[in-house]
């Protein structure tokens, strides 16, 4: 069975950093798209960023247009490990941020909360301005 793991967040002021983490067991993440959502308190679910590992050292990245420029989804197959590192953070980033992994191995974007079947816990990212 697949495991999400994340961590990483935690507070911190405007302009700031922070790296997430989410750690998978139960199969690799190797072919399946990797995906950040986050949610904001009173405001649906939204997708952050998706990695898909396409082979031969090539990965397919997708950010949403909120994040682009700022923030760096990544992998290391290795450790069967996918980062989020986030940079000029604004207090409108302040969210629970969920790692997700598809089913499947489908090509392409996938940046809707139904494509993805496995879930983390959540970790809180608290951006104070």
């Known amino acids: 069975q697949v495991q999400l793991v994340e961590s990483g967040g935690g507070l911190v002021q405007a302009g700031g950093s922070l790296r997430l983490s989410c750690a998978s067991s139960?199969?690799?993440?190797?072919?399946?798209?990797s995906g950040w959502f986050r949610q904001a308190p009173g405001k649906e679910r939204e997708f952050v960023a998706q990695i898909t590992w396409s082979g031969h050292y090539t990965y397919y990245k997708y950010y949403a247009d909120s994040v682009k420029d700022r923030f760096t989804i990544s992998v290391d197959n290795a450790k069967n490990t996918v980062y989020l590192q986030m940079n000029s953070l604004k207090p409108e980033d302040t969210a629970v941020y969920y790692c997700?992994?598809?089913?499947?191995?489908?090509?392409?974007?996938?940046?809707?909360?139904?494509?993805?079947?496995?879930w983390g816990q959540g970790t809180q990212v608290t951006v104070s301005s």
């Open positions: 997700a992994a598809s089913s499947t191995v489908v090509p392409g974007t996938l940046n809707e909360l139904a494509e993805y079947y496995y």
């Open positions: 139960g199969r690799s993440i190797s072919g399946y798209a």
